[in-house]
């Protein structure tokens, strides 16, 4: 019996309940699409580079070349290769050696859809969207937040009062930066208890929900030790790091059953997603920060001062946040079953003027948030809140924010600003 040359590949394949991955190929010199595909679903899944003597019942867990389009393959591997609740040994197998082979030039995991089998064994979110807007009585506008700025250097106490002066503004969240743990300066201990209080107060004036995404990113021990004195204190939110933090951390968050949201920041994601040629797609993170079960997520804006193309940012708002994800030349399809979506989270470089755009390209499930854009406005912190929120007003409403702004005195000041 001839042995076949790429007995990784069966195009007639029609994946059932399997884990299935779209990768983006470059093969090396002199090296066929055929042989590069090949060696990529072998090394993910139960081959090695040279002949082995083994037992055939292997075989019936090889992973499946079943679709090759240009320099886009898709692979089926069986459910069986993966432990049930374990990101880091799903992304150790699809993500894992295939990223540095000799017979690639470059290869990018796209994007990946998960059987039956994986989504039952993950709690996903606890809120998602429905549970975020209950906790915070929103119900048919965007979310306004905050990121306390400067993101470094300030005390405890002028970082309460900046949280404070944004929410009597008019925000709902108020954020820590990604890289604000726990220096001399601002300790975390002092910190949560502070802008807690400013919160408090925020709410009495107000009469409107306020909340205040802490960061509790550090070493898993302390990260627990930080989420539980957050929850302890009335905190209605927790924000992590997900990438430099790590899956398993996320994982060891999310199971230990905490009653507040877990706001995701992706910082270090470009390291990963920004060559459109290699690495891992924001989309494949997405994917398993709303499995493990995130309640909101940066997902980028397509206008403000991060790379990123709208197109992308919109099919990245979709995948977090429907239940039934259709497939797409670029993306496969993905029923959630009862894994909630995810609240996109729109930051980096947005100011009033960015408004419209974003409510037209990503709808009002989003939460819209600015850093300088709003403690940047000439009257200040306060002003710039005020401004932001009227320019949420005015999209809502459908009137031009040129409009809108003859009439508010903040957004007037935010335009003459940062412009639209």
């Known amino acids: 019996m001839v042995k076949k040359e790429f007995e990784f590949i069966n195009l007639k394949y029609k994946p059932k309940e399997d884990l299935v991955c779209l990768f983006k190929i470059s093969p090396a010199k002199n090296i066929s699409m055929k042989k590069a595909a090949n060696t990529v679903a072998l090394e993910s899944s139960v081959g090695t580079w040279t002949k ?29 290769l993966f432990e049930s609740n374990n990101v880091p040994n799903i992304l150790s197998s699809i993500a894992g050696n295939i990223l540095g082979m000799k017979v690639i030039k ?31 009585k929103v119900k048919n506008r965007p979310l306004v937040g905050t990121i306390i700025k400067p993101k470094l250097g300030l005390n405890t106490k002028h970082h309460a009062q900046s949280a404070y002066e944004s929410w009597i503004g008019g925000c709902d969240i108020v954020k820590d930066d990604e890289n604000l743990a726990s220096q001399k300066f601002n300790v975390f201990e002092k910190r949560l208890a502070k802008t807690l209080e400013m919160a408090d107060k925020a709410e009495q004036e107000t009469g409107e929900k306020k909340a205040y995404l802490v960061n509790v990113t550090a070493e898993t ?16 939110y927790i924000m992590i790091d997900i990438i430099t933090a790590g899956w398993a951390a996320l994982q060891t968050l999310r199971q230990a059953n905490f009653k507040m949201a877990i706001h995701a920041h992706r910082a270090m994601h470009a390291a990963f997603d920004r060559n459109p040629n290699h690495g891992i797609n924001m989309m494949v993170i997405a994917d398993f920060a709303r499995l493990i079960g995130v309640d909101q997520l940066h ?69 819209v948030q600015a850093g300088g854009g709003i403690h940047g406005h000439p009257q200040g912190t306060k002003a710039g809140a005020k401004a932001m929120r009227q320019a949420v007003d005015a999209a809502i409403k459908n009137i031009s924010l040129k409009r809108y702004s003859k009439t508010h005195e903040e957004l007037k000041k935010a335009i003459g600003k940062f412009g639209y």
């Open 52 to 80: 082995i003597s083994g037992k055939n019942y292997v075989k019936k867990l090889m992973a499946k070349v079943f679709s090759i389009k240009n320099n886009y393959i898709k692979i089926a591997y069986p459910k069986e």
């Open 106 to 136: 470059a290869i990018r995991l796209e994007d990946v859809s998960f059987p039956k089998s994986i989504l039952r064994s993950f709690s996903g979110p606890r809120y998602g969207i429905q549970g975020v807007r209950k906790i915070l």
């Open 299 to 367: 997902i980028g804006t397509g206008i403000g001062k991060l790379e990123g193309k709208i197109k992308d940012i919109e099919d990245l708002s979709e995948e977090i946040s429907m239940k039934d994800v259709k497939s797409t030349n670029k993306r496969l399809k993905q029923n959630w079953e009862k894994i909630k979506p995810v609240l996109p989270v729109s930051s980096g470089g947005l100011h009033p003027g960015h408004v419209p755009f974003l409510i037209k390209h990503l709808g009002k499930d989003l939460v």
């Open 221 to 236: 021990k302390d990260m627990l030790k930080r989420a539980q004195l957050a929850e302890k204190q009335g905190s209605k």
